[in-house]
T-cell receptor
Framework: EDKVVQSPLSLVVHEGDTVTLNCSYE??????LLWYKQEKKAPTFLFML????IEKKSGRLSSILDKKELFSILNITATQTGDSAVYLC????????????FGGGTRLMVKP | ETGVTQTPRHLVMGMTNKKSLKCEQH?????MYWYKQSAKKPLELMFV???????ENNSVPSRFSPECPNSSHLFLHLHTLQPEDSALYLC???????????FGDGTRLSIL
C-alpha cells in the first residue's frame, strides 16, 4: 500500500523566517510527487516533481526530490502571513490512472 | 471564472435524506475525481472517472453513488448517510495521464 508521511505536523514561525517542510513516501512504480497549498478551500497546485536533484522554484517557494532516499522538501523563504496554510504532499504511480495518494499535511502558521 | 466549480458550498442533511453534489470543470480536462477530507485525516480518493468511465471506487460504501454524464460534469449522489460521513467533499479534474489535478472549493457536508 502506498504511504506518504509529512513532517512536522504543524509549525509556527514569524514573518521573515525560512521553513522546510518534509515529505517521505513509499510507493511502487513511482511517477511523480506533487505539492499543494490548502488555505480554507481548494488545494492549489504548487509543484510537480519527477526527477531527482532538480530544484523547482516559484518566487519564495522551492522544492526538490530525492528518488533514492524517497523524500521531498518544500522550502519557503522570507515567510509572510499569507503563507499560513496546510501544505499537502501527494504521490502518483504509473498505471494508476493519475490517482494521487496524499499525506496528512503540515499546518504552517506565520505570525506577524 | 474558477476552473472547477462545486455546488452547493454547504449542505446539512438528515440521515434519511437524498441529495446530490455537483462538480463542473471548465479546463478541458478528461478525468475527474471525488475526494473526502475529514478532520485530522489525509485526503481520501473516492472515485475516479477517466474519459467518462469509472476507473476505481476504492471500496466506498454504496450510499455514495457517482455519476459522470460527460467530461465536464461529475455528480455524487448521497442517500442514507451516517454521521461519520460529515466531511469536506472535494472534486478535482486533470488531463488523463498527465499534469496535476486541479481542485474545486469543496462542499462542506454535515449529517445530522
Amino acid at each position: 500500500e502506498d504511504k506518504v508521511v509529512q513532517s512536522p505536523l504543524s509549525l509556527v514561525v514569524h514573518e521573515g523566517d525560512t521553513v522546510t517542510l518534509n515529505c517521505s513516501y513509499e510507493v511502487t512504480n513511482f511517477r511523480s510527487l506533487l505539492w499543494y497549498k490548502q488555505e480554507k478551500k481548494a488545494p492549489t497546485f504548487l509543484f510537480m516533481l519527477t526527477s531527482s536533484g532538480i530544484e523547482k522554484k516559484s518566487g519564495r517557494l522551492s522544492s526538490i526530490l530525492d528518488k533514492k532516499e524517497l523524500f521531498s522538501i518544500l522550502n519557503i523563504t522570507a515567510t509572510q502571513t499569507g503563507d499560513s496554510a496546510v501544505y499537502l504532499c501527494a504521490v502518483e504511480r504509473y498505471n494508476a490512472g493519475n490517482m494521487l495518494t496524499f499525506g496528512g499535511g503540515t499546518r504552517l502558521m506565520v505570525k506577524p | 471564472e474558477t476552473g472547477v466549480t462545486q455546488t452547493p458550498r454547504h449542505l446539512v442533511m438528515g440521515m434519511t435524506n437524498k441529495k446530490s453534489l455537483k462538480c463542473e470543470q471548465h479546463l478541458g480536462h478528461n478525468a475527474m475525481y471525488w475526494y473526502k477530507q475529514s478532520a485530522k485525516k489525509p485526503l481520501e480518493l473516492m472515485f475516479v472517472y477517466s474519459l467518462e468511465e469509472r476507473v476505481e471506487n476504492n471500496s466506498v460504501p454504496s450510499r455514495f453513488s457517482p455519476e459522470c454524464p460527460n467530461s465536464s460534469h461529475l455528480f455524487l449522489h448521497l442517500h442514507t448517510l451516517q454521521p461519520e460521513d460529515s466531511a469536506l467533499y472535494l472534486c478535482a479534474s486533470s488531463q488523463e495521464e498527465a499534469g496535476p489535478q486541479h481542485f474545486g472549493d469543496g462542499t462542506r457536508l454535515s449529517i445530522l
